[in-house]
Nanobody, 115 residues
Framework: QVQLVESGGGSVQPGGSLRLSCTASGIIFSRYVMGWYRQAPGKQRELVASITAGGSTNYADSVKGRFTISRDNAKNTGYLQMNSLKPEDTDVYYC?????????WGQGTQVTVSS
């Protein structure tokens, strides 16, 4: 059974930082592309950042220079380091792993940026 467990969300003031983690089980994590997505109520889920099995990264323009995606295959875990957070970063964040036609989602973790 495939499971993705996210952690690290919470509330932070503007300018603050959070680190999200996504730990996978039931898959060979190192083979999968991992992505972080976010979704606000009533809006489409959007890609925030992704990292390939080889370590190549991609970021949404809105988070470039502020967020960093990484992975530790030995721990079956991916991370999203979020710095200089803004109120508009407030969303539910989801991790996703993909390998060809296989795609799995985490349960989501709330990130709230507010003064």
């Amino acid at each position: 059974q495939v499971q993705l467990v996210e952690s690290g969300g919470g509330s932070v003031q503007p300018g603050g930082s959070l680190r999200l983690s996504c730990t996978a089980s039931g898959i060979i994590f190192s083979r999968y592309v991992m992505g972080w997505y976010r979704q606000a109520p009533g809006k489409q889920r959007e890609l925030v950042a992704s990292i390939t099995a080889g370590g190549s990264t991609n970021y949404a323009d809105s988070v470039k220079g502020r967020f960093t995606i990484s992975r530790d295959n030995a721990k079956n875990t991916g991370y999203l380091q979020m710095n200089s957070l803004k109120p508009e970063d407030t969303d539910v964040y989801y991790c996703n792993v993909k390998f060809f036609s296989l795609s799995y989602w985490g349960q989501g973790t709330q990130v709230t940026v507010s003064s």
